[in-house]
């Protein structure tokens, strides 16, 4: 079963002295802070190993959409108010508050990720590695984002994927690959169709 954004990227996490987790966090922050608009090719692949391919487009504030690769009915997207999980297999959705959602780090670029997020080690001075959590919703489930230090990326940094975990403990990897920053992307490739049982996703 696909499940909405939420495994490993196979890299062993420890913890950092504090004054590198601050540097680290402060990288981030300029990263996300130079990023508008982003698109990726990305595989996402569940607990069990199963994974499917698709596209990923992003625009701040609040937009995402990840298009799966053709015969998966399955359509995430963020509108700007609400993220959605559309099963148009079944013709069912699903919302969450964006604020709520654990990509919310990547939409909202008036969250300090300061205030909810720590670095974490992978061992390897040009990756950084950053979790995200609300201590106050575990509901809201938890990510951490890996990140490579690149010359000529916003910020230095380019995106490498995430590891999200849901309430339930379901575990999700999303690796990225083939991504452009601060492109043009219209508001309307937010747009969705109302998910009926074996209706088109767009």
């Given at each position: 079963m696909?499940?909405?954004?939420t495994?490993?990227?196979?890299i062993a ?12 966090l ?15 090719d990305?595989?996402?692949i ?6 499917v ?6 625009k701040?504030p609040?937009?995402?959409r990840?298009q799966?690769?053709k ?7 963020a509108?700007?108010?609400?993220l959605?999980?559309?099963d ?7 919302r969450?508050p964006?604020a709520?959602?654990?990509l919310g ?8 990720a300061?205030r909810?997020?720590?670095t974490?080690?992978t061992?390897?001075?040009r ?6 959590s609300d201590?106050?919703?575990?509901e809201?489930g938890r ?5 490579a230090?690149i010359?000529?990326a916003p910020g230095?940094?380019m995106?490498?994927?995430w ?5 339930q403990?379901?575990r ?6 083939n991504?452009?920053?601060n ?5 309307n490739?937010?747009?969705?169709n109302?998910p009926?049982?074996?209706s088109?996703?767009?």
């Amino acid at each position: 079963m696909i499940r909405p954004l939420t495994t490993s990227l196979g890299i062993a996490l420890v913890t950092m002295p504090a004054a590198a987790a601050v540097d680290g966090l402060a990288l981030v922050k300029a990263h996300l802070g130079a990023v508008d608009t982003m698109t990726a090719d990305f595989e996402q692949i569940d607990r069990v190993g199963n994974s499917v391919r698709g596209v990923l487009t992003l625009k701040k504030p609040g937009k995402i959409r990840f298009q799966y690769e053709k015969g998966v009915p399955i359509l995430v997207v963020a509108d700007g108010k609400s993220l959605w999980f559309l099963d148009y297999q079944v013709g069912q959705k699903q919302r969450w508050p964006i604020a709520n959602a654990p990509l919310g780090i990547l939409l909202d670029p008036t969250k300090d990720a300061t205030r909810f997020a720590k670095t974490v080690d992978t061992g390897d001075p040009r990756i950084i590695s950053v979790e995200a959590s609300d201590p106050r919703h575990p509901e809201y489930g938890r990510i951490t984002m890996v990140f490579a230090r690149i010359a000529g990326a916003p910020g230095g940094l380019m995106l490498q994927g995430w590891v999200a975990l849901d309430a339930q403990n379901n575990r999700t990897t999303v690796r990225l690959a083939n991504q452009r920053f601060n492109i043009a992307i219209p508001d309307n490739a937010f747009r969705f169709n109302e998910p009926r049982r074996g209706s088109p996703r767009n």
